[in-house]
């Protein structure tokens, strides 16, 4: 179930500069809104320089004390495998630079070798090693040391695994008849290991795993079909996974899915008569809208509408499409709200995966300040930015 925070992120009606001054109601609508017409939207660049509104007397430059300031999160939905959540305050830039951080740079653990002793069954070799890779493992990454990357020309293939920075899973299983079992029977009933699945791989510890992997190493699903067997056929395979990213091969990607999207805003610009209530009501796939009866509260005859769950419009524009509505709704998304959303594979809890996320921009920031304190010849810059940061207060919580 997903919980409108809209509210309780709603920003003052035009955001202020670090003097405390405010640009005009239609200045400031360019700069946070995206308008959504009848064919096609408009106003879709964002606007980043600093002297953007110099004119206007508003500094549209960034500090990090205004970014914190500005900066607020709601977490809307929370489970084992999704996290939706409002961020407001902040620019696409940096939001779409922790979606493709979640897609490509968060580590996670996969299958990169593949042993195979025997496999009789119609599923070639190399389509079983890349169906195994695509198995999402759940194991305690952190646990786990990356194996060292070959150097020029050297064969990855030479590549030194050891216990600390790989897990080794074994798989062997051997169709067979069962005895008794009526010839009409599905595959499943009148042989054994018909279907190979995810849950036919074992864990085999290497040195002293053990010991400190005490959680194990196991598929995600138990249910992935791996390969068909009939009897007498035989997969023997021994694989051996181990940490990376998902830049190198999707198999390493921890989540299923990362994506935004600003924060739909739907406004009525006029009242409506019953007819055109009901018409506007009923043109919404999305249901956004809801009937009142006005009548009833004593403010008139028939009926009035609302817009009841603005989250859920998808920007049809069903609503603004009937020549009889014209002018009657107005659709705009907020440059500055996004409602974000994380689909782990179930190899980690997605809020772990996000906060590994802010890890690693963190970390890409710190490179760009050391390389202009390199080139300016200063130092100290990170750290003044750091701590200009934490003096104003952070979103711990998260």
Known sequence: M??????????????????????PPHLE??????????????????????NSYTPSGYDNS???????????????????EELVFDMAGLDAPLVNALRRILLAEVPSVAIE????????????????????GLVPLRVD?????????????????TLPYTSANHVVLRLKVRCSDVPGA????????RYKNAHVLSKSLQWTPVGDQAAWLTDGVEPVHDDILLAKLRPGQEIDIEAHAIRGVGRVHAKWSPVATAFYR????????????????????????????????????GGGDGFGVSVARPRACTMCRECI???????????????????????????????????????VLVAKCQVVLDALDEVTGEGGGAGEEAAEVEETGGDEDF
């Open 182 to 189: 009526p010839p009409d029977a599905p595959p499943t009933v």
């Open 321 to 359: 499409r009937l020549p009889e509505l014209a002018g009657a709704v107005d659709l705009t998304r907020r440059r500055e709200h996004f409602v974000f959303s994380v689909e782990s594979s179930g190899v980690r809890p997605p809020v772990d995966l996000f906060r590994d996320a802010l890890d």
């Open 2 to 23: 997903e919980v409108d925070t809209t509210a309780a992120l709603e920003p003052s009606p035009a955001a202020a500069d670090a003097s405390g001054a405010t640009l």
């Open 113 to 132: 070798r593949v042993l195979i002793r025997n496999n009789t069954s119609i599923v070639h070799d190399e389509m079983l090693a890349h169906r195994l």
């Open 262 to 297: 600003m924060l739909p805003e739907v406004t009525l610009r006029r009242p409506l008569a019953s007819a055109e209530a009901s018409t506007l009501v009923a043109a919404c796939p999305a249901n956004v809208f809801d009937l009142e009866d006005v009548a009833g509260r």
């Open 29 to 50: 609508r360019i700069r946070s809104r995206v308008e959504v017409g009848l064919s096609r939207p408009s106003n879709t660049a964002g606007t980043y320089g600093a």
């Open 141 to 157: 990454i952190a646990a786990l040391e990356d194996v060292p990357p070959p150097a020029d020309g050297e064969d990855p293939t």
């Open 62 to 80: 960034l500090s990090p004390a205004l970014f914190a300031a500005r900066l607020c999160m709601a977490v809307s939905v929370l489970t084992d």
